[in-house]
């Protein structure tokens, strides 16, 4: 039987997540794993799952009601919505009630938000009559998740008001000052579309001015990790480049020659910027630049060989 927010269903498609679940099934990825990705880019914390997964994690377009460069990240809390059908209104009404859910749908997926969740939800782009998210729901959203906020696949209303709200920022694509109806919910914590990607319950969203990224909760520490080494590598990088010591070629080939590396791993050890990110091991960086440094060794001598076959 269909149920909304069902625990069981949730479990069942992350089988990857080994960690700890809210009550309602969902990963519970550390709060210590938000914090490190709060001071990364989206294009840190994109490039592991594009490497990985392919590229349905990312959508840009989107308006956002707090214009600013610091990015809103915390827990995924899913909503599907299609236009509505009498009859299937009827259906999921019915269900709603039997599971003690009141007032409207927006106000059920709300009403179940903790501290650090995001609200995704896909409004198939509706514009009017598909105003989400309006003052009275962004307070709450406020209250409920302290530094969280909303991705809506649709739009919002009450932006004026929306923006004297601290602490909150709403990503969405369009506005109308029409009230929300002739919609219905057929998923509360389910795979949810979100333009070209897909995001699933308690994956963590990512989502700032350039786009939101959706990051499977069993890679979000290993995201977080590979973001800061990117990020620490480009502030040696640029550095560097400033100071006229190595090219900008030399710097965005990776895995860097040994002498940049033994440089880089020196600045570590003495650069102010980089006290945050000491905790970083660097061993499987190191060999591979070691066995690139091997393969062409290897590479020069057998040119040297046949070049000497060749003379003879």
Request: charged share 30%.
């Amino acid at each position: 039987m269909m149920q909304f927010n069902n625990y069981e269903d949730i479990v069942q498609m992350t089988p990857l997540w080994k960690g700890d679940r809210f009550p309602d099934g969902r990963p519970r990825v550390a709060d210590s794993v938000l914090a490190r990705l709060r001071s990364m880019s989206i294009e840190e914390v994109w490039r592991l799952a594009w490497m990985k997964l392919n590229n349905y994690q990312f959508q840009g377009d989107f308006k956002c009601t707090h214009s600013t460069m610091k990015p809103t990240v915390g827990r995924a809390v899913t909503a599907t919505f299609v236009p509505i059908r009498e009859d299937l209104e009827i259906a999921m009404m019915r269900q709603a009630k039997s599971q003690g859910m009141k007032g409207m749908y927006n106000q059920w997926v709300v009403d179940s938000l903790v501290e650090d969740d995001v609200f995704v939800a896909d409004l198939f782009d509706k514009t009017e009559y598909g105003t989400l998210v309006g003052g009275n729901l962004a307070t709450v959203i406020r209250q409920k998740t302290k530094r969280g906020g909303a991705v809506v696949w649709g739009s919002i209303r009450d932006v004026q008001q929306i923006r004297d709200i601290d602490d909150i920022n709403i990503f969405y694509r369009g506005f109308h000052p029409s009230p929300i109806r002739d919609i219905c919910l057929t998923g509360f914590n389910s795979p949810c579309r979100i333009g070209h990607a897909t995001c699933l319950p308690g994956d963590v969203v990512y989502a700032c001015e350039c786009g939101v990224c959706f990051i499977p909760p069993h890679m979000a520490e290993e995201v977080a990790e590979d973001a800061e080494k990117v990020h620490i590598r480009d502030i040696f990088g640029f550095q560097r480049i400033h100071e006229g010591k190595y090219s900008a070629t030399a710097i965005d080939e990776f895995p860097w020659k040994i002498e940049i590396f033994e440089d880089f791993m020196n600045w570590l050890k003495t650069d102010e910027r980089a006290a945050p990110y000491r905790h970083l091991t660097w061993e499987k960086e190191r060999q591979l630049i070691i066995d690139r440094r091997d393969l062409e060794h290897e590479r020069y001598n057998l040119d040297s060989c046949r070049k000497d076959l060749c003379d003879v």
